[in-house]
């Protein structure tokens, strides 16, 4: 009886991923149009594997087996079409998770509250690094290009127009600061001007454009145009 529930459990689960595989190639035909021209057979592909998935009850355990790895060939071949991946490149953060406390739940991937921002994590211990994935894909490899020194937070990344350079928010056991660095690892320098103890994050109007995306918390950057310190470059 526990396998058989279990066995329910993983097709509700399929059932649910499915569905919202269907939509997503629904929402990036109708948003790329011939851009992404396989949404059609994508669709399609989606749709047999629901018919499957009606009988995967009556099933020998090989053909479940066989459902999850044709799902998960589907999903990547779909989600990894996508017409802004077509550069083969993708920026990320990697980091390593930390020890979880029940009582603060987040914390643990430097990732506080929506109510918090980043002042509320502890500065340093963490083990993390701005990477580049290519190909973009599971057979991709990782390439290192800023690691920070002594264990400092590294996220908030946000990319120039031109993909030539970014900025991102790094702590120290100081403070908050916020630096810039060129997409090939080259010219960081730090950006922000402030005393020790003041945290510098990416500006508010910044957080809104990114607010959606993994692991974007609530910042604030004071404003430093009347101490006739440097601003963050507007470009970005």
Not at 30 to 46: L, N
Not at 149 to 164: I, M, V
Request: aromatic share 8%; proline share 6%; charged share 25%.
């Amino acid at each position: 009886m526990a396998t058989g529930a279990a066995t329910r459990s993983e097709e509700e689960l399929l059932r649910y991923r499915l569905g919202t595989l269907g939509k997503a190639v629904q929402d990036l035909g109708q948003t790329y149009g011939d851009v992404y021209p396989k949404a059609s057979e994508f669709m399609e592909r989606t749709h047999r594997l629901r018919q499957r998935l009606l009988t995967a009850s009556k099933a020998e355990a090989w053909e479940t087996t066989k459902l999850r790895a044709d799902f998960t060939a589907l999903q990547q071949d779909a989600l990894l079409a996508h017409p802004l991946l077509k550069s083969n490149h993708l920026l990320l953060v990697k980091r390593r998770p930390g020890q979880y406390n029940a009582a603060r739940p987040g914390y643990e991937i430097g990732m506080p509250p929506n109510h918090e921002c980043d002042s509320s994590l502890e500065r340093i211990g963490y083990n993390n690094e701005l990477c580049t994935l290519s190909p973009v894909g599971p057979q991709g490899l990782l390439r290192t290009l800023y690691r920070p020194a002594k264990g400092g937070y590294l996220g908030e990344t946000d990319l120039h127009w031109d993909a030539e350079r970014l900025l991102f928010t790094q702590s120290d056991a100081t403070n908050w600061k916020v630096f810039e660095l060129r997409t090939d690892g080259s010219g960081l320098r730090q950006v922000s001007v402030m005393p020790d103890d003041v945290d510098s994050l990416l500006p508010a109007e910044r957080q809104d454009r990114l607010r959606g995306h993994c692991f974007v918390s609530v910042g604030t950057l004071p404003s430093r145009a009347a101490e006739g310190q440097q601003p963050i470059p507007d470009e970005f």
